[in-house]
């Protein structure tokens, strides 16, 4: 099958976050189980540009990415060489699977695959969200839905959700949607591994000789929760905080003074963006991952704390909420700082419950959130709706 992704930012634009690793995951996963995958995408890296080749095809683990340069509306993502891109190689595909909202390259991609009469998934990667909507770009965000993106997703074969919470949030909207597909994300296990011969950087060498610390993983981002979580570490009265992650939002001074203004300042570590070994040991060695976002349609770091036998400490906006919860393999707790507080110092009393939690939540990312059992079942969506398509 040939399967074409389309996405405003990919690999290597780190900046970007969660999504674009997981969609490298997904389609070098679909390439192993024999596909012909190729993805669009842009070279904007945050506020720079990415060093690669332009609109010709890049080998990353099989899959072929072309990146195409943004002109006029940066912040939109257009790019006109892409727009001439898609009206030529769409037609040679079999289904074309759209990633993100509220931007020109899904937008554009669907009108290509509507021209060639090419199925298309659309996947809203968490954007789809109404309370989100309403707190960040509100009437620019409801002009671009009513003009663009409503259209996009009602003509789609079906839109992809990775969680039943996204579903959810999706159809709040009532509109004429197409059937929705719950495919989570998934994880490559090999990459969690905890060498203790690793060479680690300095200050993530000091961090994991301090004692227990939480950790906080991802972008510093205003929709994650982070103040209520240090609020909460000022009443836990023991344990460090470290907030590892880039800064694209520039929180981190604000969230220092709040720190320092609750006396916990010196408990309270921001080593930066983390990968590789010292991702690694972060995961495996903190005595919880805590994630209390305002919204947040899966959360890819749930599954690498979990992977790594780690306990997490969730709010019920997070996607994986659901799952933790019945695998018992963490604790889904209101966010507020005061329950937080409670559920960390529970963590830290019981050593022995933190543990088991951690092994239910390794048994749960082996038995269901590997990569290769995500793109078994996202095939099969993408042969369905190829199937519905030759139907009609």
Partial sequence: MRILHVVPTYLPAWRHGGPIFAIHGLAKALVARGHEVSVFTTNVHAHEDLEVPLARPVDLDGVAVRYFPTRLSRRLYRSPTMAAALAQEMPRQDVAHLHSLFLWPPAAAGRAARLARVPYLVAPRGMLVQDLIRQRGRWRKRLWLAAVDRPLLERAAGLHVTSELEAAEARRFGWHLPELFVVPNGIDLAELEDRPDAALSPAVDELVRLGPFFLCLGRISWKKGLD?????????????????????????????????????????????????????????????????????????????????????????????ASEVL???????????????????????????????????????????????????QMEKVYQEVQRRAGSR
């Fill in 326 to 376: 019945q695998a018992r393999a963490g604790l889904v707790v209101p966010a507020d700082s005061s329950t937080l507080a409670r559920a960390l110092r529970g963590l830290l009393a019981d050593p022995d419950q933190a543990a088991q939690m951690g092994r239910r939540g390794a048994e749960l990312v082996r038995r269901r959130f590997t990569w290769a059992a995500v793109a078994e």
């Fill in 228 to 320: 209520r979580v240090i609020a909460a570490l000022a009443e836990l009265g023991d344990g460090t905080l470290v907030l590892a992650g880039n800064d694209e939002e520039g929180l981190a001074p604000a969230l220092s003074r709040q720190a320092q203004s609750l006396g916990v300042a010196h408990r309270l570590r921001l080593p930066g963006p983390v990968s590789g070994a010292d991702k690694a040991a972060l995961l495996a060695r903190c005595a919880a991952l805590v994630l209390p976002s305002l919204s947040e349609n899966f959360g890819n770091v749930v599954l690498e704390a979990m992977g790594a036998g780690r306990p997490v400490v969730l709010s019920p906006e997070v996607g994986l």
